[in-house]
Each structure stands twice: as C-alpha cells, then as structure tokens.
C-alpha cells in the first residue's frame, strides 16, 4: 500500500511545506519506491509510493491534470479496461492517470464510475473542492479533520496529528466500542478513538467546499438484484467465473504474487485458482508463492494432508513455518496498536506479521488470504432456519458432519454458536436483556472487568442489550447473518422484498416517517433528503402505482424545502459580508435545484450579493434575469431599483475619480 496524505487551508494561508513533508514522512513505511509532493497556494499533496502493477512502475504521484487538478491515490482500479477506451487512454498508464482523466471527464460522477481496492483525493481548484473517496469494501483507509482553518486527510491518523493544528486527544465512544465490541459501531462507521478525527467509511464519498464537507454513500448491495438460473451447476459455474476473475484482478502485479494457504478451502482455491490462471497464460504477474502454518502434528489444526493435495495440482512448492512459537496475547501488542491505531490486541499477530514477513523476502508485494471468506461464504446460521422448520433430525445429521469436515475444535464451536443463534434470532426481544443478565450472573460469562469503570461501561454497553440485526424480512436467517457481516447499515422491507405487493405502500410509509422529522428549512434537512430518496425509490421501481403520483408531489416539496435551506444558509453569509459563500450557496441553488419555484428571489439576491461584492457586471447579469423572466414580480422593482442604485454609485465614483485626475 502507498500512503497518501493532504492539508487545504480554507482560510487562504499559504501551505508550509515544511508541515506537509512531516505528515508524509510518517508514512515512509509505506513508500518503498520514494516519495513526492506538490503544492498549489494553501493546498498540498503528498505520496509515499509503493509500485504494485506494471503500469505503476516509474510513476510520481501526486498527479497534476488539466486547469490544476491535483491527484493522490493509494490502490488499484479494477475495471480500468472498461474505463480507457472511453476516455481514450493508452493501456499503459498507471491507474491514478486513469481515475485523474475520469475525474475530469465527470466531476460529479467520479466515485460511481470506479471499481477496485482504493482510497484518493482530488482538489479542484476551478471548483474549490477537495474530494475523497474510498472503495466499496473498505479496503485502503482513509481518514480526515476539518476546523475552521485547515483540512487535512491520510492514510493513518499517526500522520494527522503530526500537524500543528490537529490536537491528539481520546474519543471516549470511539474507545469503548474498541476496547468492548473491538469494532467501530454498525451505525458509526466514521467514529475513531481520536477527537475531531474522522475515518472515511467504506463505499463512501467526502466532499468538502470551503464552507462545508459532506460525505454520502455511492455505492451499497442491491439485494433486490437477483439472478436466476437452471441447476446448481448452472450457479457453481457462475459462480466460478465471478471467483476467477475477483482472483485475476487482485493478482496484477509487476511482482510476485503471495497467497497465505492454510489448507482450508478459502486460501486453497485462491492459490489454485491463481495457478490455474498461471498455467492458462491468463496470469498478469511474475510469480506465485504459497506460505503456509500447519499445525502441530496430529492436532485439530494439523492441515498437511490438504497442503500436499494443493501442492500437487498447482505443481508448486509452498514455504511452511511453525505458527506455536509465534503466537501470544501480548506479543508485539505495542507494535499491533501502532499500526491498527486502535486498542486492539490479537494473539495471531505474530503470524500476520511473519507471512507478510516471508512475503516481502521473496519479493512479493501483494499478499492474497482466505480470511472472512467464511463469514461471507458459509455460516451456520442456516440451521437456524432447519430448526424453524422443525427438521431437528437433520440438524443432528449436520452437526455430526461438522466434526468431519472441520475438525473436533471447530465442529464445538459452530454447535455452541448455534444454540446462541438461535437465542438471537428466535427469543423475544423483550427477554433479549433478562437473558443476558442471568447469562452474566449465573454463568460468569461476560463479567465487568474491574478495570473499567462504571462510566466507561455505560457508555460502552449502552446498546448491548439491542439484537444486532438489519431487518426482519429476510427470507432465511442464513442470508440476514451474511448481509449483517457484509455491511453497516440496516435494511428495510422494501429492500428486502421488492416484489411484494405491499410493497409500494411500505416504501411510501417508509418516506412519510422521515417527513414527520423533517425540520424548518432554517435547520438541519437530513431527514427530508432521506424523505425525498424514500419517494424517488417508489417513483423509480413502481411508477404506476397509486402511491407514484403523491410520491412525486412530495419529492418537489423536499427539494423545495432543501433549496429554501440553502437560501437561508446563503442569507446568513450574505448578511456576515462572507461574499463568496453565500454567492456559492446561491448559485448551487439554483445548478441542485433547477425546479426551485423562487428562482426571482434567488436571482436578485444573488445578484445583490455580487454587486456588494465590487462585481457589479456579473451581479447586473442576475438582476436582468428578474427583469426578464419575472417582469410581475415585487423582485423585479426591487432589482430595478437595485441596478438604478448602482448606476448611481458607479457614476458618482467615476465623477469622483475625474476630478482627482483633473486636479493631479
């Protein structure tokens, strides 16, 4: 990974470079092939360079484009084949150029159009913005701050609070869900253990103005999406296209290629997946190097049989080393919560840190692993829904089968986790926290820690009691537990059965509860954005049903409502003399919101805005607008008296300024 790093001044103070050099000089471990930076005024890029992919290789970011666009990106670009013909780009160029000719090819549309593992910004100095953009999984960090004066972003946090202006001080919340759940909160994604510091979260897109930054998902499962075909080989093999070429992305690489093979299915078939691509002269990358930590001999975790039959269809050896001597709880735990930039302590870190170790000494710089496949791939949440169907005797055949397929240890667990799943999925949420008292009481599971204090535990167990879930439609208890490991948010009805005849009317009520909180326009509007996205959904998927027509009536309403938001916000600014924000509130206005139904009043107090700003050509271009397209309007006297006034004031300085020069 290569690290990224930025500061925009907002406040207009020329950019120290000396600052922006100690930012990026945290990150040295990870630019292994050298570092640059560029600076524009207040604002400054730096990147730590790692080269990954062929295309990579030689080049120095940050990246400049067309009227100053600056780039900085840490990643790769998966569909960059689908990208380059249509911005008639050369296959040779590094991906950043490819995500630097997207951006300007669509400003507003740059996060939609990418697929891959990266985390970029780019500053746009015609637009004065600054964007940030993370992939759809969350693979590469990102994180920022903003005050009044600076905003700043980086791949780790160690290098934001190297800047004189950002403090170092504890996130109280963020801390707790660490040090209790070791996990950010399912409904807090961007919360850190640092104040004012937050992460960008997955599929996510940031966009900051001098004004404000606003971040928005651009991306999330379409769980109404669903493909349908003839037999399970028809799926198997669908399935195996989409697993080959997740393996042929990921494994384009200028270096060799490292695959962690436990001896487990997941690992296994991505190293034979991506020797199989090596034999098929489909492969993009030097080498492939498998590294392995079997077990102690003749133990539960012993997998050398299954490493020896992988050995033998990839025709390549792989490196084993003994995982005993390097696992402990508190070994190297200085070094994991240096580099995790969390309280977090794992006993296996002596093994992450040895493959990554082996890794690098054979050269490679991608390192492939099975984990979370698991979770994503199979969950034993489906005897859950046996159970549920009253076929207990196959749920007894089932878990028998576990101990053969894996192992003693794990068959123990997965039967343990389903008497718990159970409780989660089919207890009344009423008993939800009786149980779990008694659980902790009587069983001593989950007993307080003296080490923390009461406080710290209310704040951290404030939501224990409540189920972790993301809806009750779910046609299985199976798929709901893979939808709750594969994302944060919670789902709805609709989302979940989108075909459902009642459909319509849940989404149509889903927008009403959001227009019930929709506040004045002189507040916050995130609920009637929320509303306005509940309408459009019904206005999209069912246009002709009876909900359609008050769907759409309600959209015009809402952004009515966040347009008159952005012309109080505007007022505010134009009242504080802050010339330049309250004419960008006003002429985005009027680009966001095309169907505003007081443009005249807009009109005039933009044009107002510009001529007390000394730009009296461009504020009579707006005055004559109200002229001319609202000759009716109290806006149209009052922008003739407006212009007539000016005419005045212009003629009085110019006389003015005559009579100085026939004086001189």
Same mark, same amino acid.
């Given at each position: ?351 992450? %840190?040895? #493959?990554? &170790? !082996?890794?690098?000494?054979?050269? +490679? $710089?991608?390192? /492939? ?6 979770? *994503? ?34 068959? %123990?667990? #997965?039967? &343990? !986790?389903?008497?718990?799943?159970? +409780? $989660?999925?089919? /207890? ?6 009786? *149980? ?57 009805? *609709? ?170």
């Amino acid at each position: 990974m290569s690290g990224i790093v930025g500061i925009w001044n907002i406040d207009g103070r020329p950019l120290d470079p000396v600052v922006l050099s100690s930012m990026s000089a945290s990150l040295r471990h990870r630019g292994s092939d050298g570092a640059g930076q560029r600076i524009q005024g207040p604002v400054g890029f730096a990147c730590q360079q790692r080269w990954i992919t062929a295309e990579d290789v030689g080049e120095r970011q940050p990246l400049v484009g067309r009227g100053g666009v600056l780039l900085t990106m840490d990643g790769r670009l998966d569909n960059r084949e689908e990208l380059l013909p249509a911005l008639g780009l050369a296959r040779s160029v590094s991906d950043a150029t490819v995500v630097l000719a997207a951006y300007e090819a669509w400003p507003d549309g740059l996060a939609e159009r990418l697929n891959g593992d990266f985390a970029l910004a780019a500053f746009d100095p015609w637009r004065q913005r600054l964007i940030l953009v993370r992939d759809s999984i969350g693979i590469r960090p990102l994180y920022y701050f903003r005050s009044d004066r600076v905003l700043a972003f980086a791949s780790e946090i160690k290098a934001l609070l190297t800047h004189p202006d950002i403090p170092a001080r504890p996130d109280d919340e963020g801390i707790a869900d660490y040090m209790l759940t070791c996990a950010r909160p399912l409904d807090r994604q961007e919360v850190t253990c640092f104040a004012g510091i937050l992460a960008l979260p997955p599929a996510h897109v940031a966009v900051s103005t001098p004004t404000r930054t606003i971040a928005r998902r651009y991306w999330d499962f379409d769980v109404g999406r669903s493909i349908r075909l003839r037999s399970s080989d028809e799926y198997a093999e669908a399935f195996r296209e989409r697993f080959a070429e997740a393996v042929r992305r990921r494994t384009r690489s200028a270096y060799p290629v490292a695959v962690a093979v436990s001896g487990g299915l997941d690992s296994s078939s991505i190293f034979c997946q991506a020797g199989r691509l090596r034999r098929s002269g489909a492969a993009n990358h030097p080498a492939l190097i498998g590294i392995s930590h079997p077990g102690a001999a003749g133990s539960d975790a012993d997998e050398s049989a299954y490493l020896a039959d992988v050995e033998r269809e990839c025709g390549v050896e792989i490196q084993r080393f003994a995982l005993e001597p390097l696992i402990g709880f508190m070994q190297g735990a200085d070094e994991q919560i240096r580099a995790s930039e969390a309280p977090l302590v794992e006993y296996m870190w002596g093994r992450s %840190r040895e #493959l990554h &170790r !082996r890794a690098a000494t054979a050269g +490679a $710089r991608m390192l /492939l692993t099975g984990d979370w496949g698991d979770q *994503v791939l199979f969950s034993s949440t489906y005897l859950v829904d046996l159970f549920r169907r009253f076929r207990w005797q196959e749920i007894r055949r089932h878990t028998r089968e576990f101990f053969r397929w894996v192992g003693p240890a794990e068959a %123990r667990v #997965l039967r &343990r !986790r389903f008497v718990l799943d159970l +409780a $989660r999925h089919d /207890l009344p949420r009423q008993l939800v926290a009786p *149980v779990k008292w008694v659980r902790r009481r009587l069983l001593g599971v989950e007993r307080p820690k003296p080490w923390f204090s009461r406080a710290f535990l209310r704040r951290g167990l404030r939501f224990a009691d409540r189920p972790a879930t993301i809806g009750e439609g779910f046609h299985s208890a199976q798929a709901g537990s893979i939808y709750l490991e594969a994302r944060s948010k919670y789902l709805d009805f *609709v989302t979940l059965y989108g075909d459902h005849p009642k459909a319509p009317y849940a989404q149509f009520q889903a927008g009403m509860c959001s227009v019930k909180q929709i506040y004045s326009a002189s507040r916050d509007q995130a609920q009637t954005q929320i509303a306005i996205d509940d309408f459009k959904e019904i206005d999209k998927r069912w246009p002709k049903s009876p909900y359609a027509r008050a769907a759409r009536q309600f959209i015009g309403k809402g952004q009515d409502g966040l347009a008159e938001h952005e012309f109080i916000v505007g007022s505010f600014y134009l009242k504080k003399k802050a010339y330049q924000a309250a004419t960008e509130r006003f002429t985005g206005l009027l680009e966001k919101y095309p169907l505003y139904g007081q443009k005249d009043k807009v009109y005039y107090w933009l044009g107002r805005t510009l001529i007390d700003a000394r730009s009296p050509d461009e504020g009579r271009v707006w005055l004559d607008q109200v002229l001319n397209q609202y000759p009716r309007s109290k806006y149209a006297k009052m922008s003739k008296d407006l212009l007539a006034e000016a005419a005045k004031k212009e003629a009085a300085a110019a006389a003015k300024a005559a009579k100085r020069k026939a004086a001189s």
